[in-house]
């Protein structure tokens, strides 16, 4: 079985500051990870992919994330949040052996404050 | 914009009805992958079709079904509709069947009330 977790429902964070959202996996083989974004009443954007390869991935927007197997982690990062950053964050994975679907983590809400 | 579309936006029923939701994938995508968001169960995978053939199933009622024809569109049809069923369905397309790292690409939702 697969699974995420997003530990934190809400970060905040002031604009201009750095900025971390957490997700820890579980998958049986090698994993492929994903980061989506969703704007309110709007669908899931694609943010960044780690599949192999170097542990830092850059994606959309200026943002990061790091591939931590040791830790099973691949925390979302940013060095300076801005207010339009403000949306849902969700994390989703994939075992590379198997022919399966994404499994999403619940999500996390962004808040930058001015 | 993803180039997934979907109709329509916006869907208002009753309880015991049955409604059908489209989705067009992208140019090209072959995989088209249908989601429930709600309130209290996060993002849910329902179904997956690859190039008309149904390729993984997720937690999906007995109640609802799908389908993808020939040129590629797919429709989500959900029957005897409860208060529960309630939410937002979301269709996503790739490239690949489910192998590789491919990321899959959102259109911007049904949202669905049952009255």
């Known amino acids: 079985a697969q699974s995420v977790a997003q530990p934190e429902d809400q970060v905040n964070v002031a604009e201009g500051n750095p900025l971390t959202v957490k997700c820890t996996y579980s998958?049986?083989?090698?994993?492929?990870l994903f980061w989506y974004v969703q704007y309110p009443n709007r669908g899931l954007q694609f943010l960044l992919k780690y599949i192999t390869g170097d542990n830092l991935v850059k994606g959309s927007y200026g943002f990061e994330a790091e591939f931590n197997k040791s830790q099973t982690s691949f925390h979302l990062k940013k060095p300076s949040a801005l207010v339009s950053d403000s949306a849902l964050y969700f994390c989703?994975?994939?075992?590379?052996?198997?022919?399966?679907?994404?499994?999403f983590g619940s999500g996390t809400r962004l808040q930058v404050q001015p | 914009d993803s180039g997934v579309t979907q109709t329509p936006k916006h869907l208002i029923t009753a309880t015991g009805q049955r409604v059908t939701l489209r989705c067009s994938p992208r140019?090209?995508?072959?995989?088209v992958y249908w989601y429930q968001q709600s309130l209290d169960q996060g993002l849910q995978f329902l179904i997956q079709y690859y190039n008309g053939e149904e390729r993984a199933k997720g937690n999906i009622l007995e109640r609802f079904s799908a389908q993808q024809f020939p040129d590629l569109h797919s429709e989500l049809n959900l029957s005897s509709l409860e208060l529960g069923d309630s939410a937002l369905y979301f269709c996503?397309?790739?490239?690949?069947?489910?192998?590789?790292?491919?990321?899959?690409?959102f259109g911007p939702g049904t949202r669905l009330t049952v009255l």
């Open positions: 140019s090209g995508d072959l995989s």
């Open positions: 989703a994975v994939r075992d590379s052996a198997g022919r399966r679907a994404l499994t």
């Open positions: 998958v049986s083989g090698n994993p492929y």
């Open positions: 996503a397309s790739s490239v690949s069947a489910g192998t590789g790292g491919y990321e899959q690409f």
